[in-house]
Structure formats: structure tokens, C-alpha cells
């Protein structure tokens, strides 16, 4: 890996017509199609939102450690009750989201980049016109002519936290550090690739007030289980399925691809069991049953991978978080059995923020395997180590989860995830895994 990609300052939402240069970035003319979508990382040549901030490599891996603290805190703050808000907590807010997918919104369409997320339920947008907004680009509902707002009788109403009937909309206000966000809740019609979805129901931020973090750069696309996420609303035409393949960090145009349905989905994939846990519904959780570095199966306490939907413990696979983040006894035994492989054994270890097994010099990786039941997923190095551009340091992209994260929730995160196909078939509850060159 020739350069470390990493979640990047917060941007607001902007068009698609800005200057993109790079050959195979022209999103203008891009190639969704059927129910197919281009996927982008953040930081990759084809997204307006890379950042020429002159951060060195290490303030670089510190800060995206930091985003996906505040990440894990949102997740594990995801109890029965609080996963159906049409807008994003304050926790979420306090980190920008990994890959990119085009949308158009309403009629004439305005083409909006959206942050595709497996760990969210809504669809939000920043609204012409709010005040306080990072940006002055947005979109325009008085642009379209099928726009309009939620009323407080639609039932989609009383899954709002807290809402209020000003002007006869269902609007909120959500709270977060010393800054609040105002909203009305909203429909219009949104176009995925082929695909016109009419009356989707997303937030409309019109509202940014208080002297705290800003909202994130760009809408929210949420692929989660909750009744406002866009499986759900789009059940008849999607059928709560789809699959996702994120690109490498070190593909050139970095595009990979987001497939909605049951159309066209891989045939040779392998499945595991996927489980529904009440504590966080809107999650994908899975059954992990083991680690396995190069040959070795690892010691691992059982209560510490396993599924219990009283405490909202388990694993789940999240779009959203970039570096795979164990529980302490799990992450303590993979890691240092990963030590004990790396060759050669005089390799010294060093440490970098959260990444507590880096590296000087030339290495030889050992892979790491997760074992579901039913299916194994596993990573070479390129999954598994950042590098640094400017050096010879590499650190092993796994970590402990925060202390102050309790839940004991393992997240299989994005740069593990890379060129692995993740099929998502809720109504066989299944899970499918499949290797796969996804740039």
C-alpha cells in the first residue's frame, strides 16, 4: 500500500459537476445502471470531497482512530427505541463516512453524492437555505415539484424523536455537544441507478446552530433494518437485499459497486447465519465462531464473541468504521498471535495511537481469518496493513475497542471488508461472503 486512505474533514454535500479529473471519474456520465451503483471512497482521485489537507501520515491514522471511536460510541448507543431517528445522532455527526454513491433527488433531479452506510436507518440531506450550514450547495426542494413535507399525522411522524408541528410539517431539533440541528421531515422522489423510489421519506436539515461540530459532509444514505432506512422503504421493489463490494485503498479510480435487490447478485457466494439482535435491530450481526491467524486457531473466550441479544453483544459487519475493532480478550489473543507469526521473529514493535502492533522495516505478513458459521473471510496483508508513504513503519489495521465501550460489540469494519463481495439477504437471513477484485 503506497498511501494511507483515511476518513477526511467534513465536508457539506455538493454537486457532482465539480472539477473531478482523473479519466475514469467522470460521475457526470457515470455507469449505474439496472440497479447497480458506482461505490467511491471519500478520498479516492473520482471524489470532490478528497482533501489536500497537509496532514502527515501519522496526525492522519490518529485522527481517523479518533472518528472510529466516536463511531463504535454511536453504535453501541443504538438501543431499542433510538435507531429510527431521520437524522443522524450527535455521536454519528462527529465522524464522516468512508464511500460515496450517486443519487438524484426530486423532479427535475439534482444529482447528490451520498454516503452509503449498512449502520443507519434514514436518508438525511442538508436543505437550501439552512442557516448555518457548512455550505451554501444543498438541495433545492423548491426546486422540485414533487417535494413535500411529512405531515404530523403520517405515521412516519411518530418514529421522530420528539416531534413538533411547526407549520404544519413534522420537524425536530436534535441536540449534540453545544450545537442543535433543526429538520423537517420530507419526501420526495429519489433515483438510485435505474431505479425511481417515489415518496421516500429522509430528513431536510434546514438548521445548524451553537458553536460545536458541524454536521457531516454529505447526505446519508442508510441501509439498515429500521422502518425509515431505504431496504425498508423500498421493500417491494428491493426486497431487503443487497450486496456491496468496496474498492481497495490502493485501486487507482477506486469504484466499486453497490447492487440493490435480488436481481443479478452472485451465484458462488457462502452464507452465514444472519442474526437480528433487539438490543440493536438496526444492525447486521453475525456469528462468529472463531479466529484463525495463518494456520492457528486462536484462544479466544467464548463470552467474548458470542451473540447475546440481552446485552446487544456480537458481531456485526459495518460500512461505516474503517479499522476492524475487537473486544479486549479477543483483540489481546489475535494480536499476539499475529506477533508471534510476523516474520523475521527480531521484527521490533512499535506502537501509533490505537495500533499498539506497528512496525520498521520489511515484513512478512501472517493472514488473518474470521470464521463464521458457514463461511470463512480471509485477509492478506493489503487488508490487514497500513504503510506509511513517507517511511517504512506498517501497523497492524486491527484495534481494542474504547474501554469506555462496554457492550462487547466486534466490528468487522471497511478496510477489512476491501474486495470481499457482502451480500445482505434479509428475508432468508443470510449473510454471503464472496473474494472478489472490486475495483
Not at 463490494?245 to 436481481?263: H, K
Not at 472463531?290 to 473466550?301: E, L, N
Request: hydrophobic share 40%; net charge positive.
Amino acid at each position: 500500500m503506497t498511501t494511507l486512505v483515511i476518513f477526511l474533514q467534513l465536508l457539506f454535500i455538493i454537486p457532482l459537476a465539480l472539477g473531478l479529473n482523473h479519466p475514469n471519474c467522470d460521475l457526470t456520465n457515470t455507469q449505474d445502471q439496472g440497479s447497480t451503483l458506482r461505490i467511491f471512497h471519500i478520498d479516492s482521485p473520482c471524489s470532490p470531497f478528497k482533501s489536500s489537507s497537509p496532514l502527515s501520515w501519522e496526525a492522519r491514522v490518529l485522527k481517523t482512530l479518533a472518528q472510529d471511536q466516536a463511531r463504535l460510541q454511536y453504535l453501541t448507543s443504538l438501543v431499542a427505541g433510538r435507531s429510527v431517528v431521520p437524522v443522524a445522532s450527535g455521536r454519528q455527526m462527529l465522524q464522516s463516512t468512508t464511500y460515496i454513491v450517486k443519487a438524484k433527488i426530486g423532479t427535475p433531479a439534482q444529482s447528490l453524492l451520498l454516503a452509503m452506510d449498512t449502520s443507519s436507518d434514514v436518508a438525511w440531506l442538508p436543505c437550501s437555505g439552512c442557516v448555518g450550514c457548512p455550505s451554501t450547495t444543498a438541495f433545492s426542494p423548491a426546486k422540485s415539484t414533487t417535494f413535500k413535507n411529512v405531515s404530523c399525522s403520517a405515521p412516519q411522524c411518530k418514529q421522530v424523536p420528539n416531534p413538533t408541528c411547526g407549520s404544519r410539517a413534522c420537524s425536530f431539533n436534535l441536540t449534540y455537544g453545544s450545537s442543535s440541528i433543526a429538520a423537517n421531515l420530507s419526501q420526495d422522489t429519489i433515483r438510485l441507478a435505474a431505479d425511481p423510489i417515489n415518496a421516500f421519506t429522509f430528513g431536510c436539515v434546514n438548521k445548524v446552530a451553537g458553536g460545536g461540530t458541524v454536521p457531516p459532509p454529505q447526505g446519508l444514505l442508510g441501509l439498515g433494518r429500521g422502518p425509515l432506512s431505504l431496504m425498508s422503504q423500498a421493500q417491494s421493489l428491493y426486497k431487503s437485499t443487497f450486496s456491496y463490494c468496496l474498492p481497495s485503498f490502493r485501486s487507482l479510480a477506486f469504484s466499486g459497486s453497490l447492487r440493490l435487490g435480488p436481481t443479478a447478485q452472485p451465484v458462488r457466494v457462502k452464507y452465514t447465519q444472519l442474526l437480528r439482535n433487539p438490543r440493536r435491530s438496526s444492525l447486521y450481526y453475525v456469528n462468529l465462531v472463531a479466529i484463525r491467524v495463518a494456520k492457528k486457531v486462536v484462544d479466544i473466550p467464548p463470552a467474548a464473541i458470542a451473540f447475546n441479544p440481552t446485552t446487544g453483544a456480537g458481531t456485526i459487519f459495518d460500512s461505516g468504521t474503517v479499522y476492524t475493532r475487537l473486544s479486549k480478550p479477543v483483540y489481546e489473543a489475535v494480536r499476539n498471535e499475529f506477533r508471534k507469526r510476523v516474520k523475521p521473529r527480531t521484527a521490533v514493535v512499535t506502537s501509533l495511537g490505537g495500533f499498539d502492533t506497528c512496525y520498521s522495516g520489511k515484513i512478512t505478513v501472517p493472514t488473518i481469518t474470521f470464521m463464521f458459521k458457514g463461511v470463512n473471510m480471509t485477509m492478506p496483508a493489503d487488508n490487514l496493513m497500513l504503510h506509511s508513504s513517507a517511511g517504512s513503519l506498517s501497523c497492524l489495521a486491527i484495534a481494542s475497542s474504547p474501554e469506555n465501550v462496554n457492550s462487547v460489540v466486534n466490528v468487522i469494519a471497511s478496510m477489512q471488508q476491501q474486495n470481499h463481495r457482502v451480500l445482505i439477504d434479509v428475508p432468508n437471513g443470510r449473510l454471503g461472503l464472496a473474494r472478489e477484485r472490486c475495483s
